[in-house]
């Protein structure tokens, strides 16, 4: 198994404040990398990289 990357863009109604954080908290957990950018739009973009079948 090879590593795999993803960009993937996340929008609506959101409860609280913490989707980055605990989107972080569980890629570090899974041995993941990337990074989240919140868009003009409102929405979060994120890339995951990381081994295939943890991502």
Excluded: C
Aim: glycine content about 14%.
């Amino acid at each position: 198994m090879g590593e795999q990357s993803f960009v993937v863009r996340v929008w609506g109604q959101v409860q609280g404040v913490g989707f980055r954080y605990f989107t972080r908290e569980r890629a570090l957990q899974l041995g993941l990398r990337g990074h989240a950018y919140n868009m003009e739009d409102g929405a979060v973009e994120i890339l995951i990289a990381g081994p295939e079948q943890k991502v």
